[in-house]
């Protein structure tokens, strides 16, 4: 599975963007759909999360600003970040968790600017 991901750019402080994530096809034996990211010089966190059982996790740091969601018939994993701060800038990677095996999308630049 290829993921591809997009939405990333520059923004204000307070301002919005959406991410989205598209898969190449249809994977099977899915575990959960997330969303990390990883900033210069930091390890890469988990960010937001849905499970195949449509549980949501988001890291506290982003609680009630971010909404994961997954669009089934578009088969696209979607980043919702409203109320942005500069401390959200980072790079935002998808991931797609089956049983086996983990696959990451390459990856969005997300700049918030004050």
């Known amino acids: 599975v290829q993921l591809q991901a997009s939405g990333g750019g520059l923004v204000q402080a307070g301002g919005s963007l959406r991410l989205s994530c598209a898969a190449s096809r249809r994977e099977f034996n899915i575990r959960s759909k997330g969303w990390y990211r990883q900033a210069p010089g930091k390890q890469r966190e988990l960010v937001a999360r849905i499970s195949s059982d449509g549980n949501t996790y988001y890291a506290e740091s982003v609680k009630d600003r971010f909404t994961i969601s997954k669009d089934i018939a578009k088969n696209t994993i979607d980043l919702q970040m409203n109320s942005l701060k500069p401390e959200d800038t980072s790079v935002y990677y998808c991931?797609?968790?089956?049983?086996?095996?983990?696959?990451w999308g390459q990856g969005t630049e997300v700049t918030v600017s004050n």
């Open positions: 991931n797609l968790r089956t049983t086996s095996k983990d696959y």
